[in-house]
């Protein structure tokens, strides 16, 4: 059974920085997609960012300029370098894992989510 692991949330005073990390185990049988979300109170979840399984990167349209995903293919994590963090950010984000290709079933999973919250 596949597992998710984020790490890396915590609380900062605006204008500060985090790394958030997703941890999965894979397949070389498999494509793997992993993408970022987040999620605050009262609020829809939303696409933050993704990386996909050729290193396409994507990137919402209010982090753009701001985060930067990557990922680290020997430790099987992708991270999300969050810079010049405002209010706005606070929220529980999400890591997305989406397995398909081969012979592999299509199948997302998801992380438990880690806290992310910004002072002013």
């Known amino acids: 059974q596949a597992q998710v692991v984020e790490s890396g949330g915590g609380s900062v005073q605006a204008g500060g920085s985090l790394r958030l990390s997703c941890a999965a185990s894979?397949?070389?049988?498999?494509?793997?997609?992993v993408s970022w979300y987040r999620q605050a109170p009262g609020k829809e979840r939303e696409f933050v960012s993704g990386?996909?399984?050729?290193?396409?990167?994507s990137y919402a349209d209010s982090v753009k300029a701001r985060f930067t995903i990557s990922q680290d293919n020997a430790k099987n994590t992708v991270y999300l370098q969050m810079n010049s963090l405002k209010p706005e950010d606070t929220a529980v984000y999400y890591c997305?894992?989406?397995?398909?290709?081969?012979?592999?079933?299509?199948?997302?999973?998801w992380g438990q989510g880690t806290q992310v919250t910004v002072s002013s």
């Open positions: 990386i996909d399984s050729d290193g396409s990167v």
């Open positions: 997305k894992v989406l397995r398909y290709g081969g012979w592999c079933t299509r199948t997302a999973y």
């Open positions: 894979r397949s070389t049988y498999c494509k793997y997609d």
